[in-house]
């Protein structure tokens, strides 16, 4: 099983300011990442596949980057609604795998 | 508008059985890959399982042998069906579609969760 590390486990950040969140992989997995944000009593949303594409309708302040075992989701100038939980999740093998979050608080 | 809307959660002793359903609509759920996610309170998320397009299916050693995921197209519904419960089981339960439609890599979009608390 490919364990993912996410680091900080908390992120303090002032609105506006850059907010970088890493993923490392156990193994290699390529390309094959993906980042969720996840806000108090909702379910996760996707924000990033493939390392680096963003999905549907997510800003471009939201960049993903990275290949190998390190990554990276770079939030560019934090808005209010960005303060969430993020994860970061392995699908190169099974099973799929996530990390155990970051968490981006205000400062 | 896709959606999915998870329910069947609820109080089990331990050793029990409960069976989830996710409500899909917007799009046929027999033409993607679907799964399932838990998360256990204040813990982070766990891939439980998975029912491929073309109908096979993958569990998590935690949980193999005794939960079951299924489908049925003609409600567009996708199932967990969970025997055996163990304490360790409590969580909120997503059902989230897999993409792309046949090959199950990241997920989007999730459900809202049903919770199963496992407890005597």
């Known amino acids: 099983e490919i364990v993912m590390t996410q680091s900080p486990a908390t992120l303090s950040v002032s609105p506006g300011e850059r907010a970088t969140l890493s993923c490392r992989a156990s193994?290699?997995?390529?390309?094959?990442l993906a980042w969720y944000q996840q806000k108090p009593g909702q379910a996760p949303r996707l924000l990033i596949f493939g390392a680096s594409t963003r999905a549907t309708g997510i800003p471009a302040r939201f960049s993903g980057s990275g290949s190998g075992t390190e990554f990276t989701l770079t939030i560019s100038s934090l808005q209010s609604e960005d303060f969430a939980l993020y994860y970061c999740q392995q699908y190169n093998n099974w099973p799929r795998t996530f990390g155990q979050g970051t968490r981006v608080e205000i400062k | 508008e896709v959606q999915l809307v998870e329910s069947g959660g609820g109080l089990v002793q331990p050793g029990g059985s409960l069976r989830l359903s996710c409500a899909a609509s917007?799009?046929?759920?027999?033409?993607?890959?679907m799964t399932w996610v838990r998360q256990a309170p204040g813990k982070g998320l766990e891939w439980v399982s998975i029912i491929y397009s073309g109908g096979n299916t993958y569990y998590a050693d935690s949980v193999k042998g005794r939960f079951t995921i299924s489908r049925d197209s003609s409600k567009n519904t996708l199932y967990l069906q969970m025997n055996s419960l163990r304490a360790e089981d409590t969580a909120l339960y997503f059902c989230?579609?897999?993409?792309?439609?046949?090959?199950?890599?990241?997920?989007?979009?999730w459900g809202q969760g049903t919770l199963v608390t496992v407890s005597s």
């Open positions: 193994q290699s997995i390529s390309s094959n």
């Open positions: 989230a579609r897999t993409e792309p439609p046949t090959i199950p890599n990241w997920f989007d979009p």
């Open positions: 917007g799009f046929p759920v027999g033409s993607n890959s």
